[in-house]
């Protein structure tokens, strides 16, 4: 097994960190919207791309209550 390899210096917060999960998964959640909406595809392939969609809003909105559920860091 590989050793683990610390990127920074000070200790990092959950809260921080899936927060920046949370956008990624936003970006990727608009363009699931845009494919949807705006790109040529046969209806079977737009519900797909529709579940999809679904998927990463609620992946996004569980990412949001881990989030919480850490709390912001108070030091």
């Known amino acids: 097994m590989a ?3 610390f ?3 000070d200790q990092q917060y959950p809260y921080a960190l899936i927060g920046s999960l949370q956008e990624q ?3 990727l959640e608009d363009r699931a919207h845009h ?3 705006h790109v040529r595809m046969s209806d079977d392939d737009r519900k797909t791309l529709e ?3 679904k998927l990463l809003a609620e992946t996004r909105t569980e990412l949001q209550k881990l989030r919480e559920a850490a709390g912001k860091p108070t030091s």
């Open 7 to 9: 990127d920074h210096v």
């Open 51 to 53: 579940r999809a969609h």
């Open 3 to 5: 050793e683990q390899y």
């Open 25 to 27: 998964v936003r970006v």
């Open 35 to 37: 494919y949807v909406h």
